[in-house]
C-alpha cells in the first residue's frame, strides 16, 4: 500500500541520515585529538587514568553519539512495530533506551563531566513551567501553518489521537511528557549542545536545535522543534543545567495533552481565523521573549553562583 510504501521510504532516509552523521564523525575524528581518534593508545592506561571526569564531549563524540542513537531508535521502532508492540509502549521504550540510556552510558565510558553535559544542579523550575506555557501559546499558530504545508498523514493523525484520549491522562502525560521532557534534554541539551560548544555557542545552540527538529521527522512541526531547540538551548546557558528546559519541554506537551481531551479548547482554537492565530503566535512569542528579557539579571546572577559552586 502507499502507507507501506512510504514508511519504508522513511526509514530507507532516516538510515542513510544516521550514516551520514557516523561519516561526518568519521571525518571529524581524524582531525581532532581526541581518546578516539589517535593511533597507539594503551586502552588499560586510558581506562584507569585518563577518564578523570573532567571534560565535556568533542564533536565528533557528539556526531558520532547521534549517530548511533539516532540508527538505534529508527531500528528499534521498526522491529517493535514489527512485532505489533504497543505504540503506548513502544514510545518510551526506544527513547529512554536510546535518547536517555546511550547519552549517559557514553558519559561513563568515555568519563566526561556530568556538569559539563548539562546534569549540574537544578535551578529555575518555576520559570520553566512558565516559559512552557508561553511557549504553548507559539506553538498552536505554527503548527497549523506547519500542517497547511506539510499535512500529516490519515494514519498518523488518528494514531495520535487515539494515544492522547483513549488512554489515562497519566500514563498519557508520562508517555508523552515526562519520557521526552526528560530522554530529548539529555541527549539534545545535555550531550549534544555540549559537545558542539568548541564551534562557538550560537553554531551550538543551532545545531543541537536543527538535530532536535530532524529527529522528530514531522515536517509540520519543524519550524517549531527548530525554534523550541534553540530556546531550550538558550535555558542551559542561562542555567548552567537542562533541568529547567526539562521542566519547560514537561509543560508544553503536557499542556497539549490535557487540554486536547477538553473539547471547549479544541474547538475554540479550530474556529480561529489565520490572522487570529498569527496573533495568538505573536502574543506568546511576546510573553516569551519578556519573560527572558525580565530574567535576565537574575539568570546571570545565579548561574554565577551556581558555576562557583
Known sequence: SEATTLSWVGIGVSIGAGWLFLKMAGRRFA??????????????????EERVGARGPTPSEGWALFGIAFLLFILGSVILDSRDVEVLVATPVIQLLFFLGVPLVAVWLLGLSPKKVGLGKPAYWSKG??????????????GVM???FFPSSPEVIEMMSGLVTEHS????????AVTPALAEEVLFRGFLLSAFQSLGKRKAAFLSALLFAFAHLHGARFLFTLALGILLAYLVYKTGSIWAGCVLHFTLNGLSVVLSRVPLVLETFDSLSTLESVGLGMLGL??????LSGWGKDFKKKRKSAVES
Do not use: D, H, N
Open 31 to 48: 582531525s581532532e585529538e581526541t581518546i578516539l581518534g589517535v593511533g597507539g593508545i594503551q586502552w588499560g592506561k586510558w581506562w584507569r
Open 129 to 142: 513551567f512558565l516559559l512552557g506555557i508561553t511557549a504553548w501559546i507559539v506553538s498552536y499558530p505554527l
Open 146 to 148: 506547519g500542517e497547511r
Open 169 to 176: 491522562l497519566w500514563v498519557t502525560l508520562f508517555v508523552l
Open 286 to 291: 511576546a510573553l516569551t521573549v519578556l519573560g
